[in-house]
């Protein structure tokens, strides 16, 4: 018996970190089924309370909702007799792009190993950790991977099951991923989302729509060139084929996200055929990176006619400093930026039935990049204030310190060495983006009284619930309340924090 082992996954290109399902443990389950082994899907919430409960310790009822061990899957309950009949244990893990998360905590590779050296089982690691480690906090290096505790180190697995079973799992063998190997496993491993902890009810699908990047060099910290060096596009008609498989199973909430650019996957034609399938099997149809530069307005007119509303392209900007910009090879230049925030404003900015805007971009910075002063920082400020006066929109900012991993380019030129310069001002840096950007933005983004509905009551602190709508980077609301979680509510927007609101049920 095969089990998968799922320990979260963030990259550049993808998320696996609940509400969400990742590709990866759907991949793999297809693999083993094709193969005709059985397969079972665990979480590593699981063995972190199946190890609490081993040692007799009582889980003491917390105020605030525990997130390590929020997300067990269904087969919890079964978790002691699965792992004594697993023969082959395979562990995706990986985060190659840090972030904090609100209702769930990815597994770091010391902990993963911790939590598996006893298990008496063949285990293999694969996910983005295989490729290049690991590193779950910005600001260090990634993670090497301990040695002695996995059997075999394995990044695409999926693809090489067969041939592994043949040679006994003995070593790894040589194979060149091919969008053609993953059509039939895509498929057939849709099924595994039973087995995952917010499903039916919550559970959103993250689908892959191209590997590698377009560009001929990547950004400097970038691991989707070491993991896919040759750029390969998904066939439309293979990816509607596992959204229709999905949604078989029960899944009604789908994000193509799983690419660097959307806006790269092809023509304005090209996309609207994607998505106007897609959207035939879907509630909710979100997508996710975007490079600025490849921003037209037909595709963004595409996006916003078949998407549904709270839909964001994550901008992969990193820095609008041009020395930066220029030393890195980031994928568009301050100018490109705007324009690219001015195109989806024009057309996304209007609201939904849901009460966000329809399509809004996301920005995404990053500090510790070669070349950075203290004037990169004054050149974030100035651009996202001249995107603030124009009253132009954004969902979102996302702030963090970057992870030098092997293989980039950053990591060979001053892995974090920048880092370490500049650690003393990181955090004044990232509050005065967030007092005097984001909010003022959350409040033209979501003015008082506005109602915004369908969230999902996802977690406690104290006597506060925490809610969010499913889809790409939902808006957080805290609710003065301790309400019964995993339902569905309506709220009115009352206060505003930093980065999240302060809602009253209606």
Same mark, same amino acid.
Not at 225 to 252: F, M, W
């Given at each position: ?6 320990c ?7 998320l ?10 759907r991949?793999?389950? #297809? ?7 059985q397969v ?32 067990? !899957? ?18 995706i893990?990986g ?7 609100l209702?769930?905590?990815? #597994?770091?590779i010391a902990?993963v190993?911790? *939590?598996?050296?006893?298990?008496k ?11 290049? %480690?690991s ?5 260090k290096?990634a ?10 180190i ?6 090489? *099951? ?12 040589q194979? !060149? ?21 917010? @499903? ?19 950004? !400097?910290?970038?691991?989707e ?28 909430y789908?994000r ?8 790269s ?20 149809l ?9 921003v037209?307005? &037909? ?9 549904t ?6 901008f #992969?900007?990193e820095?609008?400093?041009?020395v930066v ?6 994928? !568009?230049?301050?100018?490109?930026? @705007? ?12 609201k ?7 399509f ?5 910075? *990053? @500090? ?10 004054? &050149? ?14 954004l969902?979102?900012?996302n702030?963090?310190?970057?992870v ?27 509050? &005065? ?8 933005m959350?409040?033209?983004l979501v ?8 969230i ?5 602190? %104290?006597?506060?619930t ?6 790409t ?25 930093l ?8």
């Open positions: 018996m095969i089990t998968i082992l799922d979260y996954t963030d990259e550049p290109a993808g696996g970190v609940p509400p969400y399902i990742g590709t990866y443990p991949y793999v389950a #297809g693999a083993v089924l094709e193969t005709k082994n079972f899907y665990l979480t590593i919430d699981d063995l972190r309370k199946h190890k609490v409960q081993k040692q007799n310790k009582k889980i003491k009822e917390p105020k605030k909702t525990n997130i390590k061990i929020k997300n067990l !899957s269904k087969n919890f309950n079964q978790i002691e007799q699965i792992l004594k009949k697993t023969k082959i244990l395979i562990i893990c985060i190659h792009t840090p972030g904090k998360y209702s769930a905590l990815p #597994g770091t902990e190993s911790a *939590l598996v050296k006893d298990l089982c063949f285990k293999i690691l694969s996910g983005p950790a295989a490729h290049s %480690g590193g779950l906090y910005g600001g290096l993670a090497k991977i301990p040695q002695g505790i996995f059997d075999l394995i990044p695409d697995i999926e693809f090489k *099951l067969k041939e592994l079973i043949k040679n006994n799992f003995t070593q790894d063998v194979i !060149s991923p091919k969008y053609k190997d993953l059509k039939k496993i895509a498929v057939l491993g849709s099924a595994i989302v039973k087995q995952h902890p917010d @499903y039916p009810n919550f559970t959103i699908s993250e689908i892959e729509t191209s590997r590698g990047c377009p560009r001929k060099t990547g950004c !400097s910290f970038c691991t060139p070491l993991k896919y060096s040759i750029l390969e596009r998904r066939k439309t008609e293979d990816i509607v084929e596992e959204v229709k498989a999905l949604h078989k199973h029960g899944i009604k789908f193509l996200g799983k690419q660097t650019c959307f806006y996957y092809g023509t304005s034609q090209e996309i609207e055929q994607l998505l106007k399938n897609c959207r035939k099997y879907a509630k909710i979100h997508i996710d990176n975007a490079n600025p530069a490849m037209t307005e &037909e595709k963004t007119k595409a996006i916003v006619k078949y998407c509303e709270g839909n964001v392209a994550a #992969g900007v820095s609008f400093d041009p910009v220029k030393k890195n090879n980031l994928n !568009s230049t301050p100018e490109q930026a @705007y324009k690219a925030v001015e195109i989806i404003n024009k057309y996304g900015a209007d939904g039935l849901n009460g966000m805007p329809k809004l971009p996301g920005i995404n910075l *990053l @500090y510790g990049l070669i070349g950075e002063t203290k004037k990169t920082h004054e &050149e974030n400020l100035a651009w996202l204030t001249r995107i603030l006066d124009d009253n132009l929109l969902r979102r900012i702030i963090r310190q970057v030098a991993f092997p293989g980039t380019l950053l990591y060979r030129v001053c892995g974090n060495k920048i880092i370490k310069k500049n650690k003393r001002y990181y955090w004044s840096w990232r509050k &005065e983006i967030r007092e005097k950007i984001d909010h003022e959350l409040k033209r003015p008082e009284n506005i109602i915004l509905k369908n999902r009551t996802e977690i406690w602190d %104290g006597n506060t925490f809610g969010r709508q499913i889809g980077y939902p808006l957080i609301v805290g609710i003065k309340q301790k309400l019964e979680l995993n339902k569905f509510i309506n709220i009115k927007v009352v206060d505003y924090m980065r999240s609101v302060v809602g009253e049920m209606i």
